[in-house]
């Protein structure tokens, strides 16, 4: 069993940045796309990043020109550069891999809480 571990999350002004990061407990073989969501109070689950094995990525409409997702295949870490975080980027955020024919783990999830 496949156990995701993120890092980076807390508490920022409106305006400032967080790096989150994420990392699997072990290696993962034919990853086929890494990625964040975020769940706010009261709110669905919903997608901010993803990026393929190609180095595709997909945003959000709401964050696309600020945030950014990354990946180290060697560490096979997936990363999110989150810039000019504003108060409705507010929420938990989960990583997520997906491998194989059905492979699938999520993180356990960070809070990020935008507020001045």
């Known amino acids: 069993q496949v156990q995701l571990v993120e890092s980076g999350g807390g508490l920022v002004q409106p305006g400032g940045s967080l790096r989150l990061s994420c990392a699997p407990s072990?290696?993962?073989?034919?990853?086929?796309?890494m990625g964040w969501y975020r769940q706010a109070p009261g709110k669905e689950r919903e997608l901010v990043a993803t990026i393929t094995n190609t180095l595709t990525t997909n945003y959000a409409d709401s964050v696309k020109g600020r945030f950014t997702v990354s990946r180290d295949n060697a560490k096979t870490t997936v990363n999110l550069q989150m810039n000019s975080l504003q108060p409705e980027d507010t929420a938990v955020y989960y990583c997520n891999i997906r491998w194989g024919a059905s492979g699938v783990a999520w993180g356990q999830g960070t809070q990020v809480t935008v507020s001045s």
């Open positions: 072990r290696r993962i073989f034919s990853i086929n796309v």
